[in-house]
């Protein structure tokens, strides 16, 4: 494990480059009527970046980034809280991802987010309020570097294998194989990966059964052939050897997601939501880029 780059995750050390210096207040009008944004795109993900990250409210968001700036010796406004709420929901998140020319192994979750937060003590005595609620994120992570390829956001009425789609076509770059639950046991599930001619490690429902038989003139469908190979060497020994256990990885980052973020939203309207989410896993690519530990078998 590489304890300098861990160690690095949480230094308040910070600095910005030229680009994003000039780049925070636009200096050239849209040609549009009305005002012109006076803050950039990248003055408002910092915004949301540096409150996501600290767990801060808007105006604990702008004193501690004015801070920020005074011990820097930069002379640049802050965003209001308003403005950042305003501005959020036009922003078009880019997860950082490093360039490959392999092909991936998609492996894929989802995962609920808290909307409106409520304490098991409030819970307990008061009830459940009618205004708690959910966010669904589903996730497609690289299983080779636990980095988040595609994302999806949801209301939490929304099942798996329908974002199943959507978060193959976030996907840039070849999938090779794709691994997921039982709950993407669906046949629009293997008919997607198929189009883009992805292997599927899906686990058939245990009471499963064969759609196209041995006679049937059609190709043998992906899903019956998981269901014999299960039938013929068992489902522990299956899951192992087409590697069904590497879909574990993206309840790992699941888990780093909810441990640095606190697992709840702060945005009110849907849209908004999703890019906090987006930024989340964005910055969440850039520390394992920054440094992911190193994990091998040690024999005794």
């Known amino acids: 494990m590489d304890d300098a780059s861990l160690r690095q995750r949480g230094s ?3 600095w910005l480059n030229d680009e994003v210096i000039e780049q925070w207040v636009n200096q050239q009008k849209t040609g549009r009527r009305g005002a012109s944004n006076t803050y950039s795109n990248t003055a408002i993900e910092f915004m949301v970046t540096i409150q996501s990250l600290f767990g801060l409210a808007g105006r604990q968001t702008e004193g ?6 005074q011990l820097m010796d930069l002379d640049l406004p802050v965003p209001d809280h308003s403005t950042v709420s305003r501005r959020l929901l ?5 997860l950082p991802v490093i360039p490959t020319n392999e092909t991936i192994h998609l492996v894929v979750d989802s995962t609920g987010v808290k909307v409106y937060g409520e304490g098991e003590w409030k819970t307990r005595v008061h009830g459940v309020s009618k205004r708690r609620t959910w966010r669904k994120l589903h996730l497609g992570v690289n299983e080779a570097t636990g980095e988040i390829v595609s994302g999806v956001v949801t209301t939490n009425d929304v099942s798996d294998y329908q974002a199943f789609s959507e978060l193959l076509d976030g996907v840039d770059g070849e999938i090779a194989q794709v691994s997921g639950d039982g709950a993407y046991d669906k046949y629009k599930c293997y008919q997607k990966a198929n189009q883009l001619g992805a292997k599927v490690t899906i686990p058939p429902r245990k009471n499963a059964v064969i759609g196209q038989h041995g006679n049937c003139k059609c190709p043998p469908h992906p899903r019956d052939e998981n269901l014999r190979r299960i039938r013929k060497v068992g489902r522990k020994k299956w899951k192992h050897e087409s590697g069904y256990h590497r879909r574990s990885l993206s309840e790992t980052t699941m888990f780093r997601l909810k441990v640095i973020f606190g697992g709840q939203l702060r945005r009110r309207k849907f849209d908004n939501q999703a890019v906090e989410l987006f930024i989340q896993c964005a910055m969440l690519n850039r520390m394992i880029q920054t440094g992911k530990p190193k994990s091998y078998k040690v024999k005794i």
């Open 12 to 14: 308040l050390t910070f």
């Open 64 to 69: 501690f980034v004015e801070s920020i700036f």
């Open 90 to 94: 036009k922003l078009n998140i880019q």
